[in-house]
């Protein structure tokens, strides 16, 4: 019989420490970003929709045929890459291969 509760208070223990693990609090929200100032969270933009939509992705267009790079024009207008390529595709450009950039420059001849 002390065999039995011995297992039974083991499983109880467990249960007990599952339980407490379940009831730990939730992180707090706030956090210090790198300048150590506290923020509750990031803020959400808005999704561009129609005329704005258009408007800036031709934007964006004429900035990536003039010689910019999606990643460049990624981190100017604080939007993910993918967002900045899919808005390029529908403004209807025509992408550069990747890789090696063309050279600014001309050589003499």
């Given at each position: 019989m002390s065999e039995v509760r011995s297992l039974r208070g083991d499983a109880t223990n467990r249960t007990a420490r599952k339980q407490s693990l379940r009831m730990a609090p939730a992180p707090n929200p706030v956090a210090a970003d790198r300048d150590g100032l506290k923020r509750k969270s990031l803020r959400r933009r808005a999704h561009l929709k129609g005329a704005a939509r258009r408007l800036f992705a031709a934007e964006l267009r004429s900035s990536y045929e003039t010689g910019a790079t999606i990643f460049e024009l990624s981190r100017e207008h604080k939007r993910a890459?993918?967002?900045?390529?899919?808005?390029?595709r529908e403004a209807g450009t025509i992408f550069r291969p990747r890789g090696v950039r063309p050279q600014r420059h001309q050589f003499p001849e």
């Open positions: 890459v993918s967002t900045i390529h899919e808005l390029l």
